[in-house]
């Protein structure tokens, strides 16, 4: 099983910044997505950035030259950077990674962080 713990978020002016990270954990041969999704009051989740495959990337147009999704494939770990924050970006955001385990399909996500952004 795998898991996914992320780190990072919480209150920020307009116009600020944070950083958010999530880390896997457990038993898997490879992880061939990463991705961040959010998902704000009374609206659905949505994809805010993934990197697929061999560091393809692919953005929310809501956050394109805003955020910058990195990733350490030998540590596991996928980054959020999140600059010019808007008060539209408050949300949960969510950790996703996919790959394969033992020849089967993974699919996990983290708990969960808030941004808010506010002054």
């Known amino acids: 099983q795998v898991r996914l713990v992320e780190s990072g978020g919480g209150l920020v002016q307009p116009g600020g910044s944070l950083r958010l990270s999530c880390a896997a954990h457990?038993?898997?041969?490879?992880?061939?997505?990463m991705g961040w999704y959010r998902q704000a009051p009374g609206k659905e989740r949505e994809l805010v950035a993934a990197i697929i495959g061999s560091g393809n990337t692919n953005y929310a147009n809501s956050v394109k030259g805003r955020f910058t999704i990195s990733r350490n494939i030998a540590e596991t770990t996928v980054d959020l950077q999140m600059n010019s924050l808007k008060p539209q970006d408050t949300a949960v955001y969510y950790c996703n990674m996919g790959g394969i385990r033992l020849g089967l399909p993974w699919n996990a996500w983290g708990q969960g962080t808030q941004v808010t952004v506010s002054s």
């Open positions: 457990g038993s898997f041969s490879t992880i061939t997505t």
